[in-house]
C-alpha cells in the first residue's frame, strides 16, 4: 500500500470526558467506545481540523473496526485519509484495522507513522509492536514493546510478551525484570506467584522459581496454572514423581489443557497392561469442545503412552493424527533453507577461513553443539556440563539472524557488527558460567552457521552428534515441538531437512580444522559409554572427571524435550527405534533416497 498522507495536523487536543458522549459519532459514551481499553483514541477536536466529510469517514470507519469489520474499516479509514483527516487517530484506526486484516506489514507501515505522529502513545507503539512481532520482526518488535513500556511500564501483557522475546534471545536477565514488574503489577495474584516463579527461572535458581509456584498452589490450590507450574518446575528438576502428582492436579481442574496431559504422559514410563492413563487420554480426545492446538499435544501424549505399552501401531496411529493437525500450521520454505546451504559451501571454504585466521576473537570458552534435533545433543550436553568446569548453556540464542550476516556486495563482515555480536555473545557465556573452562551451547540450527561462528570465534569448539537418520526422523515426528521446527510434520520435509543438513555437515567436515571440530555417534556413545566419554571430555581441553560417566546425576534444570531421558542412566532403547514402527520407516527411506 502506500505510505500515509503526509499532510500532518497539529497535536490533538485532550480526550474527552469518559462519561461523554464518544466523538466519533457512534451515540455510544466515550469510556465504552473509542476510550476503552483496545480501541483507538479519539480527540473531540484538532487544531487543524479535517474536512468534514473525512471526519464522518473516520467516524464510520472507527464504528466498522468495533463492530468487528475490519476489512471494510480499513478501506474507509484509507478513503478517510485521503480526504484530508491526516492526524493521529485515523492512522491509529486504520494499523489497527490492517492488523485485523492479517496485512501486518502494511499495518507496520501505518502505525509507525502514527507514532510518529503522536510519540507519547503508549498503545501506538505496542501495536506497533504486535505488527512486527505477527511477522517474526523480534528486534523491532522489542524496540517498540520498550517504547511502549517507558511510556507506560504497567501494561501487563506487554511486559510478558517483551519477557517472553528477551528470553527467546537468551536476555534471560532482561526477561526476568519483565516478569518481575508483571508481577508488580498486581501483586497480591496467583498469575503475580506464577510470574515471580518464571521470572527465578530465567535467573537460574530453581529453588526460588519452587519456593513462588507453591505459594501460587497455596493461594489457589483449585488454579490449573498454578498446580501445572509447579508441575513443570519440579520436571525440569528431574523430581518426576512429584511433578506427576501435580500434573494429575492439573488435569483434573482442566481437562482440556494439552500441556498437562502431555507432561503427565512423559513423567514415567506406562508400560504396565492396567496402567488407565491411555483410556483416560482417549476420553478427553472424544470430547467435541476440544480445541484443535490441545488436540494435537493430547494426540502426541496418547502416543507416548500406547508407545510405552508396546502397541507400537496405535501409537503411529496418535503420532500422525498428532502431526495431521500440527503441519496446518507450519510452513517450511525449503528453497529458503537450500539457498542457506548453497551459500555457506560457496562462501565459507579452507582458503576464505586461511584469509580470515586472525580477525575472530581469541576466546576459547564456547563449545558447541550441533547436530539435528533429537540426536544426542542434550545427552552430549548432559554428559560434558557434568565436569566440574564446563557450564551447560542449553539452547542459546543469544544472535539475531541478522547480526552474523556477511554484505553481499564484498562477502565480508561488517568489524562494527560482527565485534557487536562478538561480544554480546560472550558476555552471555561469562553469565552462565563465570568460573567455567568451557560453555556449551547446543542451539541445533547453529549447524548451518558454523561458517560464521568458526571465523569470527576461531578458537571455539564444535561437536558434531550423528545418529541413525531413520531414528532421528522418527524422533522429530513423533515429539511435539510446536512452531520452531517447521519440517516436522510431514515426511516429505523431513527428508528434504536431513538431506540439507547431511550436504551442510559434509561440507564442514572438510572445511573446518579438525582440532576445532569433532564428531560423535550417538549409537557409539551408548555402545562404548566410557571411550566415547573421555573423547569429548579430551575434546573439550579439561582433565578427565568421573563424574561424566554418570550424567543422570546431573541436576541442573532442563528444559528440552529430551528432559526426562537425560535423567535416565543411558540407555540403548532408543537405538534403532524405527523397527517398531516399520511402514513408517520404509517411507521414510523412500523419501530420504528423493532429489
Known amino acids: 500500500m502506500t505510505q500515509p498522507a503526509s499532510r500532518l495536523a497539529a497535536s490533538a487536543a485532550a480526550a474527552p470526558s469518559r462519561n461523554a458522549l464518544c466523538p466519533c459519532g457512534s451515540g455510544e459514551k466515550y469510556k465504552r467506545c473509542c476510550g476503552s481499553n483496545g480501541a483507538p483514541a479519539m480527540a473531540p ?19 466498522l473496526l468495533r463492530s468487528g469489520q475490519a476489512p471494510a474499516a480499513a478501506q474507509m479509514l484509507m478513503a478517510a485519509i485521503e480526504a484530508g ?19 501486518f506489514a502494511d499495518a507496520c507501515t501505518v502505525l509507525a507513522h502514527a507514532a510518529e505522529l503522536r510519540p507519547n502513545s503508549a498503545p501506538a507503539f505496542c501495536d506497533l509492536g504486535a505488527a512486527h512481532d505477527q511477522q517474526g520482526e523480534h528486534s523491532e518488535a522489542i524496540d517498540a514493546y520498550e517504547r511502549a513500556l517507558a511510556l507506560s511500564p504497567r501494561i501487563v501483557e506487554v511486559q510478558l510478551r517483551l519477557g517472553q522475546l528477551y528470553a527467546l534471545y537468551s536476555r534471560n536477565a532482561e526477561a526476568s525484570a519483565c516478569f518481575e514488574r508483571a508481577a ?76 498437562y496431559w502431555h507432561g503427565l504422559a512423559h513423567c514415567r514410563q506406562h508400560a504396565a497392561p492396567d496402567d ?36 507400537y501401531a496405535a501409537a503411529m496411529a496418535e503420532y500422525d493424527a498428532a502431526n495431521a493437525l500440527r503441519g496446518r500450521g507450519l510452513k517450511f520454505d525449503r528453497a529458503g533453507l537450500a539457498a542457506v546451504v548453497d551459500r555457506a559451501i560457496a562462501t565459507f571454504t579452507k582458503p576464505f577461513f586461511a584469509r580470515h585466521a586472525a580477525a575472530g576473537a581469541q576466546d576459547d570458552t564456547p563449545l558447541f553443539i550441533v547436530g539435528m534435533y533429537r540426536s544426542g545433543t542434550t545427552l552430549v550436553e548432559q554428559i560434558l556440563s557434568s565436569h566440574p568446569r564446563i557450564a551447560a548453556g542449553g539452547e542459546l540464542t543469544v544472535w539475531a539472524p541478522m547480526e552474523l550476516e556477511m554484505a553481499t556486495a564484498d562477502g565480508q563482515f561488517d568489524a562494527a557488527r560482527a565485534a557487536a555480536a562478538v561480544t554480546k555473545y560472550l558476555a552471555v557465556l561469562a553469565r552462565i558460567g563465570p568460573q567455567a573452562a568451557r560453555v556449551t551451547d547446543k542451539l541445533p540450527p547453529n549447524l548451518f552457521r558454523l561458517g560464521e561462528i568458526h571465523t569470527l570465534l576461531p578458537r571455539a569448539r564444535i561437536i558434531h552428534c550423528r545418529r541413525d537418520p531413520i531414528d532421528t526422523c522418527l524422533s522429530i515426528y513423533t515429539t511435539n515441538f510446536g512452531p520452531r521446527v517447521p519440517f516436522a510434520a510431514r515426511q516429505e520435509d523431513l527428508a ?96 530420504l533416497a528423493g532429489q
Not at 468534514?52 to 464504528?63: C, I, K, L, N, S
Not at 483527516?85 to 486484516?101: C, K, Q, V, W, Y
Not at 491411555?278 to 502416543?303: K, N, Q, S
Open 45 to 63: 477536536r484538532q487544531a487543524q481540523p479535517a474536512p468534514a466529510g473525512a471526519q464522518q469517514m473516520v467516524a464510520r470507519g472507527v464504528h
Open 276 to 311: 488407565p492413563l491411555a483410556a483416560r487420554i482417549e476420553a478427553v480426545l472424544r470430547r467435541p469442545d476440544l480445541p484443535e492446538p490441545e488436540r494435537m499435544v493430547i494426540h502426541f501424549a496418547l502416543g507416548k503412552v500406547l508407545e510405552d505399552r508396546g502397541d
Open 184 to 259: 508488580d503489577a498486581k501483586p497480591k495474584t496467583t498469575e503475580a506467584r506464577l510470574y515471580r516463579s518464571d521470572a527465578a527461572l530465567l535467573r537460574g535458581d530453581m529453588a526460588e522459581a519452587e519456593q513462588w509456584a507453591r505459594k501460587a498452589v497455596a493461594l489457589a490450590p483449585g488454579n490449573a496454572a498454578a498446580r501445572g507450574g509447579l508441575a513443570g518446575t519440579l520436571y525440569n528438576q528431574g523430581r518426576f514423581a512429584e511433578a506427576e502428582a501435580d500434573f494429575e492436579q492439573a488435569v483434573l481442574l482442566e481437562p482440556r489443557a494439552g500441556k
Open 85 to 103: 483527516a491526516t492526524d493521529f487517530e485515523p492512522h491509529h484506526a486504520l494499523g489497527i484495522a490492517l492488523m485485523r486484516s492479517g496485512r
Open 496 to 591: 528434504f531437512y536431513y538431506r540439507q543438513y547431511e550436504r551442510m555437515m559434509a561440507h564442514w567436515r572438510a572445511a573446518l580444522p579438525p582440532e576445532v571440530f569433532l564428531e560423535v555417534e550417538y549409537e557409539q556413545l551408548i555402545a562404548d559409554r566410557e571411550a566415547q566419554t573421555r573423547r569429548l571430555v579430551a575434546f573439550a581441553g579439561v582433565d578427565w572427571d568421573m563424574n561424566c560417566l554418570q550424567p543422570e546425576r546431573n541436576a541442573r534444570p532442563i528444559g528440552t524435550a529430551s528432559a526426562w531421558q537425560a535423567r535416565q542412566p543411558v540407555y540403548p532403547t532408543s537405538v534403532q527405534r524405527w523397527r517398531r514402527h516399520e511402514a513408517w520407516a520404509s517411507a521414510l527411506r523412500v523419501a
